[in-house]
T-cell receptor, first 112, second 117 residues
Framework: DTEVTQTPKHLVMGMTNKKSLKCEQH?????MYWYKQKAKKPPELMFV???????INESVPSRFSPECPNSSLLNLHLHALQPEDSALYLC???????????FGSGTRLTVV | AQTVTQSQPEMSVQEAETVTLSCTYD???????LFWYKQPPSRQMILVIR??????QNATENRFSVNFQKAAKSFSLKISDSQLGDAAMYFC??????????????FGTGTLLAVQP
C-alpha cells in the first residue's frame, strides 16, 4: 500500500461550521504534512508532524487545528473559516522528516 | 533563504516530441535534494524524478531525465517522446535533509505543460 488517502474529496462549509479533513497512510512513514494550495500556485506548507508530535507550524491561523491521533492518521480541524481559506488541502507523508513527500489527492474546500 | 525559480509559466509540445522545462534555485547549502513533481487535473502531486546534490550523474526515469548543473544551480527536466498523459502542471522543488525547521520542500511557481496531438 503506497498511498495517502484523503477524505472527503470535496467539502463545502459555511463560515460558522466546524468540519474535519482526514488523511491516512499505511506506509510506515513517521512524518506527515498538511499543505494548502490555491489555484495555479505551488503548495504552501502549513504543518508538519514528526513521530506524532507537531514539529513545524508555519504561522497558520488558529481556525486551523491539526491533530495526529496515531502514526497513520492526520486530521485537520476547521472552525470559523473565511472565504479566502477556500483551496485544495493536500496531505503528504515521508519517511521521518525527510524531503521526499508522498502526496494524497487532496480535499477541495469551499467556504461560503 | 533558499529559493526556486521556474521562468516558464506555460509550455507546449507536440505529441512524440521532446520538451525541456527550466528550473533554477539558490542555496548556500552543499547537501540537498531536487525534485520534479507533476500535478495533473486529478490534483495529486506525483513525484517524477529526484536528484541528490552530491551525485554528479544526472537522474533518469524512463522518458524523464534531468540536466543538473550544480555550479550554475540549474535543474532542468527533459521529457522525451511526449505523451498526452504528460499534460500537467510541473513543479520544481528543493529540499534540505539536514533536520530542524529546514526539512520542508520549497516549490517553484510551476510550469503548465500542454501536449498537442
Amino acid at each position: 500500500d503506497t498511498e495517502v488517502t484523503q477524505t472527503p474529496k470535496h467539502l463545502v462549509m459555511g463560515m460558522t461550521n466546524k468540519k474535519s479533513l482526514k488523511c491516512e497512510q499505511h506506509m510506515g512513514h513517521r512524518a506527515m504534512y498538511w499543505y494548502k494550495q490555491k489555484a495555479k500556485k505551488p503548495p504552501e506548507l502549513m504543518f508538519v508532524y514528526s513521530y506524532e508530535k507537531l514539529s513545524i507550524n508555519e504561522s497558520v491561523p488558529s481556525r486551523f487545528s491539526p491533530e495526529c491521533p496515531n502514526s497513520s492518521l492526520l486530521n485537520l480541524h476547521l472552525h470559523a473559516l473565511q472565504p479566502e481559506d477556500s483551496a485544495l488541502y493536500l496531505c503528504a507523508s515521508s519517511q521521518e522528516v525527510k524531503v521526499r513527500n508522498t502526496f494524497g489527492s487532496g480535499t477541495r474546500l469551499t467556504v461560503v | 533563504a533558499q529559493t526556486v525559480t521556474q521562468s516558464q509559466p506555460e509550455m507546449s509540445v507536440q505529441e512524440a516530441e521532446t520538451v525541456t522545462l527550466s528550473c533554477t534555485y539558490d542555496t548556500s547549502e552543499s547537501d540537498y535534494y531536487l525534485f520534479w513533481y507533476k500535478q495533473p487535473p486529478s490534483r495529486q502531486m506525483i513525484l517524477v524524478i529526484r536528484q541528490e546534490a552530491y551525485k554528479q550523474q544526472n537522474a533518469t526515469e524512463n522518458r524523464f531525465s534531468v540536466n543538473f548543473q550544480k555550479a550554475a544551480k540549474s535543474f532542468s527536466l527533459k521529457i522525451s517522446d511526449s505523451q498526452l498523459g504528460d499534460a500537467a502542471m510541473y513543479f520544481c522543488a528543493y529540499g534540505n535533509p539536514n533536520g530542524g525547521a529546514t526539512n520542508k520542500l520549497i516549490f517553484g511557481t510551476g510550469t503548465l505543460l500542454a501536449v498537442q496531438p
